[in-house]
């Protein structure tokens, strides 16, 4: 009888304007694929209210962060708005040697960064359907002040020229297709050939 198994985890990592939705997307598919696992980030910007530590991210002082860098236990990271975003190289390598599948909402240049390291990895771009959307939901999430705003739309021009370096591009519209979207690019992945092991 054959014997098929898929080698590795695959890592999924979605870049996006701040306020596009990622989170809520990611959050949306891992409801009908609790498997799937969330990254979770380490972050030297202030919780915002309601955000738990250990669970949207871990909290850390730019020291300790940057000593982090150091030993190797940050795998990329980026400075967003002044502030050190940065994924854990032991949560990559514990969920890609697992076989478990792993979601990041992390930057641009993160998820570029991440490619060069991991060429398996599945880069998926989240785009508001236009800039006005892209406003009106940063400023209705009312967690940062008008400025804090300003360079998040600043810093989203600059990120949207990067898609077509993405494997994918998905417009958050309506969340409903969205997450239809996204489950169909986990789909279509899970099922590449080249990542099972035939014998
Ligand atoms: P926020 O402050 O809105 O939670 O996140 C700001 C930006 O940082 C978002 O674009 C988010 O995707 C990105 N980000 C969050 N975690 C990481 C990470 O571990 N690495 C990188 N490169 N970007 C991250």
Redesign the pocket.
């Known amino acids: 009888m054959l014997k098929i198994k898929r080698e590795k985890g695959i890592i999924f990592c979605c870049?996006g304007p701040?306020g596009v939705g990622?989170d809520t997307l990611i959050a949306e598919v891992r409801k009908k694929y609790p498997e799937l696992v969330h990254s979770i980030?380490?972050?030297t910007?202030q919780p915002r209210p309601g955000e738990v530590p250990g669970q949207d991210?871990h909290f850390c002082e730019k020291e300790e962060f940057e000593r982090l860098i150091e030993s190797g236990e940050i795998i990329?990271?980026?400075v967003?708005?002044d502030?050190y975003?940065?994924?854990l190289a032991q949560v990559l390598r514990e969920a890609e040697a697992g076989g478990t599948d792993i979601f990041?909402?992390?930057?641009v240049?993160?998820s570029l960064r991440l490619k060069e390291l991991f060429p398996d990895a599945v880069l998926i771009f989240i785009l508001p359907p236009s800039q006005e959307t892209l406003i009106e939901r940063l400023k209705a999430r009312r967690t940062e002040a008008e400025s804090v705003i300003n360079s998040r739309v600043e810093k989203a021009k600059e990120e949207v020229k990067n898609a077509a370096a993405f494997d994918y591009v998905v417009v958050n519209d309506t969340i409903k297709d969205a997450v239809s979207c996204l489950e169909a690019i986990v789909l279509a992945e899970r099922s590449r050939s080249g990542r099972f092991l035939f014998n």
């Not at 990041?104 to 930057?107: N, P, R, Y």
């Open positions: 870049s701040s990622k980030s380490l972050t910007r991210y990329e990271y980026d967003f708005c502030n975003y940065g994924t990041l909402d992390i930057t240049a993160g």
